[in-house]
């Protein structure tokens, strides 16, 4: 079955060093940047009930980045130069999910991914994030000199987060949260995932590069290459480690698998939805039908697989639902995009699937 392919917002870059990128990259978007730094204050300030100044945890972050991944500090020193913004604002956003990690009441994370091994392997996941950061995500394609590419699909002025590299490594994505995030900053999870799509060219370099930062907030980061999977459950003294079934299926939610980091999970308690998804979404898979079709699950209402904001409902300010569903091609190096929940997702026609829309 072919899928269309629906991608609303899409930027390739030239070939070209981390700086020159970044700088391309910000002058080409300088008023998205800008959008997502203002959506980000606004939500650290209405979270937190009080202004959430970020220069400070920004800069902080910066120094992170720049001892772990210099290239990718020099990328968003270009970014912020392009811009034209504070570097700290940008460092800031990418670490979005580490100052998130400081407040008193941080948004629930929602996200369901899935692996199945075989010829071909299947990957993707559903990326379940605020409504009033819908307008703020893309799918950037990154040439590097080498003639290494990556595509990711993340927001505007952070570095990656879910995606594929031509080396056929991809990387999905979803929030944890333990009980010691939220300490000294850490090096951000965006960037740890962006770093992985630049330099891993197998699983043994993807989990070399996983071991290696210390982080302050916690995230499940699924490598997977044609025909092998590991998820790294990213926390403050881990990571924790969790592999496929003995039938090739690897599926990971927003609660810790690994048994002695599940001691600090913070999540399961107040939103068991991660466990119903995850054990809704481990026997759909048994289908064998496409990925998004074992996704496009609603059976736990508003909070299953596939997520919507009920009709008509008030509801919080940061409420989420599915902004996007992205399937991983690692066998050709390659991901499909769609707008919208995984029941959105249909056959193309018999022209084909439909190509990117670009800027």
């Known amino acids: 079955m072919t899928l269309e392919v629906v991608v609303v917002r899409s930027f390739t870059s030239r070939a070209a060093g981390p700086y020159e990128r970044g700088l391309e990259f910000g002058t080409a978007h300088a008023r998205d940047i800008a959008r997502t730094v203002t959506g980000y204050r606004m939500m650290f300030d209405g979270l937190a009930e009080a202004p959430v100044p970020i220069a400070e945890p920004g800069a902080r972050a910066f120094t992170a980045i720049e001892k772990w991944a210099p290239d990718l500090a020099r990328e968003i020193e270009g970014m912020a130069a392009g811009a034209g913004l504070p570097v700290e604002d940008l460092a800031a956003i990418n670490a979005r999910t580490e100052i998130l990690a400081t ?149 990971h939610t927003n609660h810790f698998l690994d048994p002695v980091a ?24 048994r289908s064998g039908g496409p990925l998004t079709e074992a996704m496009a699950d609603h059976s736990s209402g508003s909070k299953s697989i596939c997520c919507h904001v009920p009709a008509g409902a008030v509801l919080p300010e940061w409420e989420q639902r599915t902004l996007a569903t992205i399937e991983l091609h690692v066998d050709r190096g390659d991901l499909t995009v769609h707008a919208g929940g995984p029941c959105g997702v249909r056959p ?12």
């Open 103 to 251: 407040l008193p009441a941080p948004p629930r994370g929602e996200c369901s991914a899935a692996v199945v091994l075989g010829e071909p392997t299947r990957a993707g996941q559903t990326w379940d994030w605020a409504e009033a950061m819908a307008g703020n995500w893309f799918v950037w394609t990154i040439p590097h000199p080498s003639g290494h590419v990556v595509r990711t699909m993340t927001e505007y002025g952070i570095v990656g987060k879910i995606g594929v590299s031509s080396a056929n490594v991809g990387v999905l994505f979803t929030f944890l949260s333990h009980a010691r995030d939220g300490e000294a900053m850490g090096v951000p999870v965006h960037v740890v995932a962006r770093r992985v799509l630049d330099e891993a060219r197998d699983l043994s370099s993807a989990t070399g590069l996983l071991v290696s930062p210390e982080v302050s907030a916690s995230t499940s980061i699924t490598v997977v290459t044609p025909g092998s999977a590991i998820t790294a459950e990213l926390h403050p003294g881990g990571p924790s480690w969790v592999l496929p079934d003995d039938d090739g299926v690897l599926v």
């Open 262 to 285: 599940a001691a600090g999970d913070q999540v399961p308690r107040e939103y068991p939805d991660t466990l119903l998804r995850h054990q809704t979404l481990r026997r759909r898979l």
């Open 348 to 359: 193309a026609g018999p022209a084909g699937p439909a190509g990117p829309a670009g800027e």
